[in-house]
């Protein structure tokens, strides 16, 4: 009878190794899904970041094409339709760049939604909601291959103009009316640079907003959106014409004006069509330099009413009239600070000679609607010529009555000297001397000498001033991406 109970036991117990192995393996099967599942999502987590990671780069490329092309140094610079720098592209006036893919119907068109595979700019009218929506102007231009012998990133178009602030929603001067909430944003007055931040008041230095859409053949999508400043060399401009010397006693600042009757004038009086107030026509750095200045131009000269500026008095020597800007990158009164601007100003030409040169070196390419940024490096001499732009001598400068420059002369070897019986050559812009051959924390004594009848002379133009301090870079001011559509 016990066998027998012991039978019974067993055949209780019977199959239970069965049901635990079929749990083990359903454990296994669950735990198998979702690791399974798991690996999916992580799969399509990675694709997504990588084909968003593409787009991003890829909108990325096209804000860095619109970026570069601002640029006059750039060979694709958008000289089609920009305006001469210091002049304002009209709000309203929209410039797109685009980047079509082989048989891509991009038109980038802000007023037509009608064909998503066109790429309508969408957000051109959350940014433009009033007087400038439809654009009054749109240009478009093709993109520029970046690297020969590769495609460009898949961007579809970049967008370049002119903003306000209703179009960044940033009240960048804090002056309007509203609640914290809702600010009455304006939306009639172009933004400008002024070289550090943005500003409502008016400078030859405009803002803009460059806009790029990036679209895969997977369907990703990406806009980002630049607001970028430019970068100026911010020279400073107190005098039609400055003569910068040390100022001690034996040691000063000469003048020597044509000695007989002259077409030679120094005015500071703005010849620019929009002018800005009055400057001083001389203008000197110290008491000694002024009292010998003011003397050569005043006595035994006819011609003291050549010399006229800010003030009235004649002549219009000013003895003080430096004010350093907030903004400017250079201290025109301190040779150190001019020395260690210099490489900046090397850096940004467009043109660096090493002198002894003349009038043949000068860039061909150069003309009043295309000013350009000359370094010469030792003595330069002109004959029958006129440049257009940022004209700096490191040595001295020799020209005949007849030439001329439109724009900003720095002459820092010491001495300009005119020659010749020529006449009719003229000086539009600004004209500053000072003579750092000693290189020491002190100016050496320069030199200005004009002979009968000398040229027209020089005349202060803040037009032509700004013109030729054309950027040599865009500073990105602000960064943000925009949902698409």
Known sequence: MIEKRKIRSRRKQAGVALLLAIFVLLLVAVVGIAMMAASGTETSLTANYRSSTSAYYAALAGLEEGRGRLLPKNPNYL?????????TLPLGHVIYITNPLAGDPVTADPT????????????YATEFRDAYNPPSSITKVPSVQVLVGFANPLY????????????ILVDVNNSNSGSDWFPQLNFAQPIYFDGKNLTRAVTPYQAFAITALAALPDGST????????????????????????PGSVGNIATFNPPPGATSFYVNGNDQCSTPQAPLPGVGVTNSNDYTSVNQSLKSPSP?????????????????SPYVHPYNSTVDMTDPISLSLFLPVVQNAADSVLNGPRTEADM????SSSNPMTVYVNGDLSLTSFTGYGLLVVRGNL?????????????????????TGSQDGGEFDGAVYLANLTTGGP???APTYIVATPGGKGVYYNSCLVAASLKPFAYKVVSFREIPYP
């Open 112 to 123: 037509n939604y009608g064909d998503p595979r066109a790429y309508p700019d969408t957000e």
């Open 442 to 444: 002190a100016f050496g």
């Open 222 to 245: 990406k806009v980002l959106q630049y607001v970028v400043g430019p970068v100026t060399l911010q020279i400073p401009v107190s005098a039609a014409f400055t003569i910068a010397g």
């Open 303 to 319: 011609n003291q009413d050549h010399y006229i500026g800010a003030g009235g008095t004649l002549p219009n020597v000013s003895p």
């Open 398 to 418: 020799t020209y005949t009555g007849d030439s001329g420059w439109k724009g900003i002369v720095i002459v820092l070897g010491g001495t300009i000297t005119e």
């Open 156 to 167: 579809k178009w970049v967008r370049i103009n002119g903003i306000d602030e209703e179009a």
């Open 79 to 87: 000289s089609c339709c920009l305006p001469p720098f210091g002049s």
């Open 363 to 366: 860039p061909s390419a150069m």
